[in-house]
């Protein structure tokens, strides 16, 4: 799994934080646990494999927000009683 962080900027509210959800989960179906938070000025979400950094930036620019950074990293999947799985 990654774990990709998009740092975004003019999140203001919470349907702005929708909007962002909304245009990540178009733009990559398969992402899961999306989350975005206006204080922070990121979105978070996992995927099986790296995403298109520049289809994601674009669908974030095209609802009006500005795309500053992407960051993506491998993390192992637990199961239960910390066993890998």
Known sequence: MYKTTVK??????????AHINDAVRKTIPEAKKVASSRSK????????????????K???EE???K???????KVEKRGFFG???
């Open 8 to 17: 975004i900027e003019g999140m203001m509210c919470g349907m702005c934080e």
């Open 41 to 56: 000025g990121e979105t978070t979400f996992e995927t099986k494999e790296p995403v298109d950094e520049g289809l994601l």
């Open 58 to 60: 674009t669908a974030i």
């Open 63 to 65: 609802t009006g927000y």
């Open 67 to 73: 795309f500053i950074s992407l960051e993506s990293e």
């Open 83 to 85: 066993k890998s799985g």
